[in-house]
C-alpha cells in the first residue's frame, strides 16, 4: 500500500494529557492505574481513570452532546495542539474532504445507566432531558468529533470491541484510496461506565491487582479510559516524521469471547499487516502485543507472536500503564508507538516480575532505548475480531 503520513497526534488517557506526559509516565515506569473509585462500581479492583472529566461538561452549541465519552473526546481533542493542526487540513482540503472514523465499544452508555437510575415513579419513564441520540447512541462520538472540528466529509463509528480504533486505521486508508476524502481524522474514544465493569467482573476476567501482563501469575485486566486522535494525510501533499506503512485484518470466527486458542487470526492479521507494508518480520523492530494479562489472551498471541517472528523482535505490552481502555485500546497503544518512534524507546512490560515460562516471544519487562524504524502494533476484540498496524519513520 502507499503508505499514508501520520501529520498530527493527540492523547487523553491515564498517564496524563498530551503526548508529552505520556511519554514521560513511560520513562519513568509510572502507571495510571489506581484503585476502583468509580461511580457506583464497588468492584475490588484497579482502573485507569482520567481526571476532570467530571468537571469539564460540553457546553454551548455541542451541549446535547455532553455525556462522559464525550467529554472525553472533547478533552482529547484539546491536546497537542490537534484542533490547530485539523484547522489548518480543513483550509487545505476543504471540510467535506476529511472523514472523520472513530473507534468505540460502548459510547456513552453511562449516560443511560445514570438515567435509568432517574427514572419516573409509577410509569418507569426516562427522564425528559435524556438524550439517547446524542450521548449513548454509537453514532454519538464520530457525530460529535465532526461537528466539534467543523469537518463535513463522511463520518462513522466502529464498534468491533477492542479493536475498533486500529480498524479505523484501515478503513481511512480505503476511503482515502476510494477517493472519498482526501484525508482523514482517525480515533477512539472509550469511557469508563457500569456495563463494562460489571460485566467483565461477570465474566471473571478483572484482576483484583494491576494487571501484570505476561507473567506467570496473571490473572486479569484492568479496565482504563481514554481517548486519542490522528490525522493521516497523502504523502504529496504533507509532511510528516510518522507514517502508517500497512495494516491487516481477520477475524477468528472461534468463540464469542475467548480468542482461538493458538492465535491464528491473530498471525493472519499480522501477517497481513506486513505483507501490506511489503515488509518482512525481520524488518520490525519492535511489537506493541495487545497483552491483556488474561492467560488465555497472552498465550494465544505469544505463540501467534513466535511462529511469525521468532524471538527476535523485542515485545511488550503497555496496558500495565494505562489499563484496557478497550474501544480506544487501538489508538492509544498506536500513538505509544509514535512516541517510541520519535524517542528511539521501547517501554518495557510494566508489573513483569515472573515472565511466564510457557511464552517463548522475546517479552521484555524494563525499558530500552534504542534506534528503531518500524514497529507493529496488536489490537484483538472480543469475536476474534483482530487488527494489526505497521508504522514507521516517513521515508
Request: net charge negative; hydrophobic share 40%; glycine share 10%.
Amino acid at each position: 500500500m502507499q503508505p499514508l503520513l501520520i501529520t498530527h497526534f493527540a492523547t487523553a488517557n491515564p498517564l496524563g494529557l498530551g503526548a508529552a506526559a505520556t511519554f514521560e509516565a513511560l520513562a519513568e515506569a509510572r502507571s495510571g492505574l489506581r484503585l476502583n473509585d468509580f461511580e457506583r462500581a464497588e468492584i475490588n479492583t484497579w482502573i485507569g481513570r482520567v481526571e476532570g472529566l467530571e468537571n469539564q461538561p460540553v457546553i454551548g452549541e455541542l451541549a446535547r452532546y455532553d455525556c462522559r465519552n464525550n467529554r472525553l473526546a472533547q478533552l482529547g481533542l484539546r491536546q497537542d495542539g490537534f484542533e490547530e493542526a485539523v484547522r489548518r487540513a480543513r483550509k487545505k482540503y476543504g471540510a467535506a474532504r476529511i472523514a472523520v472514523l472513530i473507534g468505540t465499544s460502548t459510547s456513552g452508555i453511562l449516560e443511560t445507566e445514570l438515567a435509568y437510575q432517574r427514572r419516573q415513579a409509577g410509569d418507569g419513564a426516562l427522564p425528559e432531558n435524556f438524550n439517547y441520540a446524542c450521548t449513548h447512541n454509537l453514532f454519538s462520538v464520530a457525530d460529535f468529533v465532526a461537528r466539534y472540528l467543523e469537518l463535513e466529509g463522511a463520518s462513522l463509528t466502529i464498534s468491533t470491541a477492542c479493536s475498533s480504533s486500529a480498524k479505523a486505521f484501515a478503513s481511512a486508508h480505503r476511503f482515502i484510496e476510494a477517493g472519498w476524502c482526501d484525508a482523514a481524522v482517525v480515533g477512539g474514544v472509550d469511557s469508563l461506565c457500569l456495563t463494562t465493569l460489571h460485566g467483565f467482573a461477570a465474566l471473571e476476567l478483572l484482576s483484583e491487582r494491576p494487571c501484570k501482563p505476561c507473567d506467570a501469575a496473571r490473572d486479569g485486566i484492568s479496565i482504563g479510559e481514554a481517548a486519542g486522535f490522528a490525522l493521516l494525510e497523502k504523502p504529496d501533499r504533507a509532511k510528516s516524521d510518522c507514517a502508517l506503512l500497512g495494516y491487516g485484518e481477520s477475524n477468528d470466527a472461534y468463540h464469542m469471547s475467548s480468542p482461538h486458542p493458538q492465535g491464528e487470526g491473530a498471525w493472519l492479521s499480522m501477517s497481513k499487516a506486513l505483507a501490506c507494508a511489503g515488509l518482512k518480520p525481520s524488518d520490525i523492530d519492535y511489537i506493541n502485543l495487545h497483552g491483556t494479562a488474561t492467560p488465555a489472551n497472552d498465550s494465544m498471541e505469544d505463540r501467534a507472536v513466535y511462529r511469525l517472528f521468532g524471538a527476535e523482535a523485542p515485545c511488550s505490552s503497555t496496558k500495565g500503564w494505562t489499563g484496557h481502555s478497550l474501544g480506544a485500546a487501538g489508538i492509544t497503544e498506536t500513538i505509544i508507538c509514535l512516541l517510541c518512534l520519535k524517542h528511539d524507546f521501547i517501554p518495557g512490560t510494566l508489573n513483569l516480575e515472573t515472565p511466564d515460562a510457557q511464552l517463548q516471544s522475546h517479552i521484555i519487562s524494563a525499558n530500552q532505548e534504542r534506534p528503531i524504524e518500524r514497529v507493529l502494533t496488536n489490537s484483538f476484540g472480543f469475536g476474534g475480531n483482530n487488527c494489526s498496524l505497521v508504522l514507521g519513520l516517513a521515508e
